[in-house]
C-alpha cells in the first residue's frame, strides 16, 4: 500500500513568485487536508478537499489556493509569496473526511 | 487563550521510565483526539486516536480522555531513546469542518 507522497520535497522561491506543490493521497482515501508548519510549532490547517470539493478552509487568505483531481490528489497553490509563507508544507490523506489523517513528508518551502 | 495547549518541553524521562503527556482543549464540540509524533525534520506519524472517555492502549501508548475537563493525556511506558521526539496533540470537531486543531507539541528527551 502506497502512503502519501509530496513533491517537490524542497524549494527555494523569491517574494512575488507562484508555487504549486503537489500530493498523492493513500490509495483508497478520499480526503486531502493541507497544512502549514512554520518552525517550533504545530501544523496550521490551510483547506480540505473531499471528493474534489473544499470541505473546510483555515485562516489563510484567498492566494492560497487548491485542487483535488478525480483520483484524489491535490495541489496547493500560493500566489504571490511573502518571507512569512517559508514553512514545511504538509498534506494529509484520509478515508473520509472523518477518518483519521496520515502525512505526507512534506515540503519544505524557502522564500528569499 | 489558544484552542490547543501543549506544555513545551522539553519533558526530560529516564531510559525505562514513564513519560507523561498532557493537552487541553477550549472547544467543547470537539469529537476525536489524536497524538502524532514528529521526530525532528520529519513529518508527523499517528500514533493514537482516541474518541471515547476513558483510556485507549496500544502496546507502550496509551491515551486517556476526559471531554468533562477538556483534557487528553498519553502516557509512554518503558521509555526508550527512539522516543525522543516532539508529541504533537491534534483535536477535531464536526462542527469546525472536520479539521485538525494541533497544540503546539511537548519535546520529549530519553536519556539513557
Known amino acids: 500500500e502506497t502512503g502519501v507522497t509530496q513533491s517537490p520535497t524542497h524549494l527555494i522561491k523569491t517574494r512575488g513568485q507562484q508555487v504549486t506543490l503537489r500530493c498523492s493521497s493513500q490509495s483508497g482515501h478520499n480526503t486531502v487536508s493541507w497544512y502549514q508548519q512554520a518552525l517550533g510549532q504545530g501544523p496550521q490547517f490551510i483547506f480540505q478537499y473531499y471528493r474534489e470539493e473544499e470541505n473546510g478552509r483555515g485562516n489563510f487568505p484567498p492566494r492560497f489556493s487548491g485542487l483535488q483531481f478525480p483520483n484524489y490528489s491535490s495541489e496547493l497553490n500560493v500566489n504571490a509569496l511573502e518571507l512569512d509563507d517559508s514553512a514545511l508544507y504538509l498534506c494529509a490523506s484520509s478515508q473520509d473526511s472523518n477518518q483519521p489523517q496520515h502525512f505526507g513528508d512534506g515540503t519544505r518551502l524557502s522564500i528569499l | 487563550q489558544k484552542e490547543v495547549e501543549q506544555n513545551s518541553g522539553p519533558l526530560s524521562v529516564p531510559e525505562g521510565a514513564i513519560a507523561s503527556l498532557n493537552c487541553t482543549y477550549s472547544d467543547r464540540g470537539s469529537q476525536s483526539f489524536f497524538w502524532y509524533r514528529q521526530y525532528s525534520g520529519k513529518s508527523p506519524e499517528l500514533i493514537m486516536f482516541?474518541?471515547?472517555?476513558g483510556d485507549k492502549e496500544d502496546g507502550r501508548f496509551t491515551a486517556q480522555l476526559n471531554k468533562a475537563s477538556q483534557y487528553v493525556s498519553l502516557l509512554i511506558r518503558d521509555s526508550q531513546p527512539s522516543d525522543s521526539a516532539t508529541y504533537l496533540c491534534a483535536v477535531r470537531s464536526q462542527a469546525a469542518g472536520n479539521k485538525l486543531t494541533f497544540g503546539g507539541g511537548t519535546r520529549v528527551l530519553v536519556k539513557p
Open positions: 482516541i474518541y471515547s472517555n
